[in-house]
């Protein structure tokens, strides 16, 4: 009896772990065009029984998530030299898998997440899936979507079989109306982020229009879309059963965007605000976008606790006549903000503009020592210069540089239906009143700040005298004298307030404590390569003073002679070394810069972290 039953033409289901399926080529496709594949792997037992199928291999294997049920036995598939093709969102949790085992919190562990049922040990990956596009494997075309839901990351294959098109969920769902774990899904303490996501991947796979369902544990479902309406309705129960009032998803799904004027929506449903601006030739303009159709925010920040897709766009598309997505800005770094810009740029042509003050932090990630980066660069397409005026379309953007909450910020000014608009990003809440209600504003010191920030921006919002200002969490508001007399107050305030509070004797430390930062702050190299870094030293004093900077190095690394220079009062200078990496690959190696100014030890007052490994991955860089 054979271990393979077909469940679709060409598709042939080997039970296992998990249901692992062995998808042929499509009829008429010649050995030139690829072999077959399999969509998850199971224990690996499947390659033991290929020859029941007429095959002695498998051209790749596609991973719909990252759970060991579905992959335990990868390390078998690599051994074979059979490629893994894995979600983007999770290729932490097979590549470097060992990264989170080390790092997970063990005590006093209110993660949720089932991230520890992920592999026990680090496989090689050929590649990530592209998410929306269709792409070949083998001799098999596959088309990724992603179905957050069971895990944040996870994704459903669709391969098309003469009419019919066949979808391989993985756990999205068990069988109509059902999922095979719900623990899965709960992602955060108290939390109800999987369950709602779970019912938005329901809904968007319908669209997608597929005639058989085959899921990674139980049976084929032949009534795709009735099997995916009955659990979008059942767990649109259960979440409603865990809130104080209903969540209508399906509303959100449809209407995720509301008019602030005629031509400029807010997207609703994005976790920071996603403006759209709306040209009247069908192009669309974004301000920011990160994570949208955004249920929550899972515990963690790795890479697989976070969600970029493209959820609201065919609703922006069937319900405002926009075309084509053309320009993206970005108002500052954070990853909340951002994270979909690679997405956009991939998926629709987006070009990504940013401006001068923030490309750089973005297309070099964690070379500055800063928050809320994103994990892979996102270079500009265009670079917009701080006070710089460009015309899109009908429209014409003036960039203005917005230091406060952090120094790599900017704020966008335009005019849309005869309303002056000006883009604030996280700069503060506009939620202030002048004598009624203070205004909240939103500066963290480690992404860099100045005392005299919010002077600067008050200034700003003076000269540009906007109509409206919007943000990047809070509602916008109509913006009169009051409001810009309150903010010019509470910034002449922060700055008096911090210069009463920190030392004025003689010097001037920066607000931010940023004395000395080594860059760049974190990089993977491999094991005995040579390494430029740059110590950053501000002289706080009001005279010019030596600053001299001694590198502080891992244990078998080379120890580089220490380096000076004269600085001006209250000026920024750099300190460059050269030195090489150890020939041992370890985690988290060390470095410190050892500083004194003038005649006053800092000490060991900045520090950077490398990952030395025995050779970089395939299309890795250095850094």
Known sequence: ??????????????????????????????????????????????????????????????????????????????????????????????????????????????????????????????????????????????????????????????????????????????????????????????????????????????????????????????????????????????????????????????????????????????????????????????????????????????????????????????????????????????????AGLNLLRDVEGTEVWLPENVAPIMADPMRTDLPCQWFEPIPADRVLGLGETVRWQEYEITTHELPGHTLYAAAFEFEVDGVRVLATGDQQTAEGRLGVQREILNYQYRNRFRRDDFIQSAALYRRVAPGLMITGHWQGREVDEDYLQLLTEQGDELAAIHDGLLPDDGMQPPADGNLVLVEPFYQRVPAGAPLEYEVVVVNPYDDAREAVARLVTPEGWSDPSPASVVAGAGETVRLRFSVRAGEAPQKRQRLAADVTVGAVRYGQAGDAVADVVAALDSGETLG
């Open 1 to 338: 009896m054979s271990a393979f039953t077909e469940v679709a033409p060409g598709v042939h289901r080997f039970v296992d772990t998990c249901n692992v399926y062995v998808v042929m080529p499509g009829s008429g496709a010649t050995p030139e065009a690829g072999g077959a594949i399999a969509i998850d792997f199971g224990s690996g037992d499947v390659l033991d029984h290929l020859g029941e199928l007429g095959l002695t291999s498998l051209d790749a294997v596609l991973m719909t998530h990252h759970h060991r049920d579905q992959g335990q036995g990868l390390p078998r598939a690599v051994a074979a030299g059979i490629p893994i093709f894995v979600p983007p969102v999770e290729q932490d949790l097979f590549a470097r898998v060992d990264e989170m085992w080390s790092a997970r919190a063990l005590y006093n562990d209110y993660n949720l997440r089932q991230d520890r049922f992920s592999l026990l040990d680090p496989v090689s990956v050929a590649g990530t899936v592209p998410e929306y596009r269709t792409a070949r494997f083998g001799g098999v075309e596959v088309k990724t979507v992603p179905t957050p839901g069971h895990t944040m990351g996870s994704v459903t294959y669709l391969v098309d079989r003469g009419d019919a098109r066949v979808a391989f969920t993985g756990d999205l769902i068990y069988g109509p109306g059902k999922v095979w774990s719900l623990a899965a899904t709960q992602w955060s303490y108290t939390e109800n982020e999987g369950p709602a996501m779970n019912v938005l991947s329901c809904l968007l796979l319908q669209e997608e229009e597929p005639a058989v369902l085959l899921p990674s544990h139980g049976e084929p479902m032949p009534d795709a879309v009735d099997a995916l309406e009955q659990l979008a309705t059942r767990m649109s129960g259960y979440v409603d059963s865990r809130r104080t009032r209903p969540w209508d998803l399906r509303d959100w799904l449809e209407r995720p965007f509301v008019r602030l004027t005629d031509h400029l929506l807010l997207n609703r449903t994005a976790n920071s605000c996603v403006y759209v601006l709306l040209s009247d030739s069908g192009a669309a303009l974004f301000i920011d976008y990160g994570y949208d159709m955004s249920t929550g925010w899972p515990a963690g920040t790795d890479r697989a606790a976070r969600r970029p897709w493209l959820a609201s766009l065919p609703a922006l598309k069937r319900d405002f006549g926009v075309t084509s997505v053309e320009v993206v800005l970005g108002t500052h770094y954070h990853d909340d903000h951002i």
